[in-house]
Every structure is written in structure tokens, then in C-alpha cells.
């Protein structure tokens, strides 16, 4: 095998995530359906473009993909042939937010042909891609994910093996399910605040001291809400897939889900409110409108 590393799927994660890689030292074949996503990398020694994902695949020992949902990864691996040209001792990597019940059928469907499956979604945000901090977590068996950690330790710095096949999708969905509905909370408690009279950045920082502090008020408010900017990286649109799966998640293990419905509606209602767009942040101005 080569020894590049595939890497398909260059937006916002998947940029900075290929620097890294290239910045610990290894080699990188990518491919993503925008010129522009390409063309973004062009100019990085180590990296080299490809016309289509199997040609990028080709001899690869790990391929990764950063794609928005599990639609599209299905869609490359079954419908565009990427699973049927890949060969025994060939990796998957999915590192995109995807559906936790998919990714344990892609991993039973691969390993058929000899090929080992890993999902290692990550957290953290375009910043934390940026400077390599992402959390990871990761699901599959444990000589495959030995396998991949060397390069997670390149784009991670918590990496945690959390289980089989889709475990490390189930925990992704769940810990955003925590993270929106912190977020969803938060600009209820700041609009209503305002609405009374208070100065939301001293009930940011009362929060920031206090047991309200999320990664919200930590990270978030100020920069991306209070400031307008609404420039975070990470689109509504992806938030609200993530609650989607992890709502269908609680649903098919048959526990409680009532606060996760009432939040996946609140992330509708602000989708369809928004531009197509939209920052995952900009549900603070979503909710300040109404
Ligand atoms: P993005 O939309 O910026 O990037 C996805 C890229 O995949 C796009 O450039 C798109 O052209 C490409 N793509 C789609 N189908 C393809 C195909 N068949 N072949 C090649 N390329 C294809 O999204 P992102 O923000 O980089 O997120 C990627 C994944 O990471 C998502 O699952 C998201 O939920 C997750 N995630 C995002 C963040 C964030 O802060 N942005 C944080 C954690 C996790």
C-alpha cells in the first residue's frame, strides 16, 4: 500500500484536520465534490488531489471520511462503489457525525470483504481542528482502532474507545443532544434577561461563575452571539441533524426522550426560520426575533 492517507470530504473539520496530518509528517490523498474545498489545500506539501474518492482510496491503508451525514456516506460507499474497490487490510475511518445504527451495518457489510470499519466522530469545532485539540471518540474492534490512533493523535488530544462499531457515532449524537440543548437554554435565559432589563453580558458573566456555566456561555456567547458575528463554524443545519439522530437514537433503545423531542422541535422551528446557511449559533438571534 502507498501509505497516503485518504481523506475525503475537505469543508470546515476536514480542512484543518488534513493539515494536521500533513503537519505530523504524513502523506495525504484527497478528494471532495468542491473545487473550492480542494483547491484550499492545493499548495500543501504532502497533500495531492485526486478526480474521484476510489482514486484517492487506491492503496491507501486508511481512508477517511469527513462527510456531512450518513446519507452521503452510504451514497460514496454502496451507490458510487468506494466499499466495492477497496481491498482486504484496506480502513474506514468515518469521522463525520454519523448515524450510530448505519455505521454498525457499514461495519458488518465491510468486514465481509476483509475491510476493517472505525468511527472516531470528533468535537471541539473549527478551532480545535485548527490547533489539533479535538476530543475523539471512538467505536470498533480493538486492533483496528489501534490501528488508526497513531493518526487520531494527530488531529486529537482526548481519544477515548468507547465501544463496538457505531458506539463512537451513539456518544457523538448524545453529547450534541447535551450541547444544543445547554445552547437552546441559554438563549431563552439571555433573551427573557434583556427583555427585563439586565445587560446579557453580566448575565454571561454571572453565568460563567456560577452552576450554569456551559461550553456555551464559555466559548460561545460572547464571541459568536453578543458580538453578531454568528460565525462559529458549525452549521444549524448540522446541529440539528446531530439531535435528530441522537432523538432517534433514545427512541430505538426505548428510554426517556421527552426533553429530546422538545429540543429537536425547537432546532426545526429555528432552521426553517433561518437562512439555509445559518450558524448553529445564530439560534440566539432566532429566538431574541420572536
Ligand atoms: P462541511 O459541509 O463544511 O464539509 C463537508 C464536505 O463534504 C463538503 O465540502 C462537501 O462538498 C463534501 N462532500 C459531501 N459529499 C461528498 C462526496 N460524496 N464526496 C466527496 N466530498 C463530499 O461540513 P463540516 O462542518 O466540515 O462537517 C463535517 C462533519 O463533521 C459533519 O458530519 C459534521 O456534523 C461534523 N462536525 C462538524 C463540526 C464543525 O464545527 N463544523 C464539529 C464536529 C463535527
Redesign the pocket.
Known sequence: MSGSVAF???????QPMVRRLLGAGHRVTG????AA?VAALKEEPGFQSTAS?IDAAKGAPVIIL????SP?VD??LWD?GLAASLQPGQLVLDM???DPVRSRDNAARLVQSGIAFVDA???G??KRAVDGSLAIMMGGEAEAVERVRPLLQAMGKTIVHVGAAGAGHAVKALNNYVSASGLLAVCEALTAAEAFGIDPHKVNQVFNASTGRNNTTDVKVETFMLSGAFN????LA?MR??LQTAQAFIDRMGTEDKFAQACLSAWKQAEEGLDPGADHTAMYRFIRGR
Not at 475525503?8 to 476536514?14: P, S, W
Not at 478528494?31 to 468542491?34: E, F
Request: aromatic share 2%; net charge negative.
Open positions: 475525503i470530504g475537505l469543508g470546515k473539520m476536514g478528494q471532495d465534490l468542491s474545498a474518492a469527513m462527510l456531512p451525514d452521503a451514497t460514496l458510487a463525520g457525525s454519523s466522530p470528533v468535537s469545532g473549527v462559529s463554524g458549525f452549521a448540522l441533524k446531530d
